[in-house]
């Protein structure tokens, strides 16, 4: 059982910066790929970033590729999403999630879920 908490949203206007942790109880964080998804309202769940197990593979949405860096400290037991650029789109419920799998990046990937932190970027 992996518990999964955010932190780090917030408001912040176009061209600004925020960085989420994502906070992994138990001793076994480094065995998961880690991954972070948004939920704008009306809209589905969807992919955003994504790392391995040892943070040397990452995979990233089109739409913010560029622009948001993973990262995690397994040392921490926390992965992070770095956002720079951000625009008004990228409002959304942010969530991260801890996967078994080698990598993933698709939603039915992964097994345990934050609560997800709100991401507000006014124009």
């Known amino acids: 059982q992996v518990q999964l908490v955010e932190s780090g949203g917030g408001l912040v206007q176009a061209g600004g910066s925020l960085r989420l942790s994502c906070a992994a109880s138990?001793?076994?964080?480094?065995?998961?790929?880690m991954g972070w998804f948004r939920q704008a309202p009306g809209k589905e769940r969807e992919f955003v970033a994504a790392?391995?197990?040892?943070?040397?593979?990452?995979y990233y949405a089109d739409s913010v590729k560029g622009r948001f860096t993973i990262f995690r400290d397994n040392a921490k037991n926390t992965v992070y999403l770095q956002m720079n650029s951000l625009k008004p789109e990228d409002t959304a419920v942010y969530y991260c999630?801890?996967?078994?799998?080698?990598?993933?990046?698709?939603?039915?990937?992964?097994?345990?879920w934050g609560q997800g932190t709100q991401v507000t970027v006014s124009s």
């Open positions: 138990g001793r076994t964080f480094s065995r998961y790929a």
């Open positions: 790392v391995n197990w040892s943070g040397g593979s990452t």
């Open positions: 999630a801890a996967s078994r799998k080698v990598i993933a990046t698709t939603l039915d990937e992964y097994d345990y």
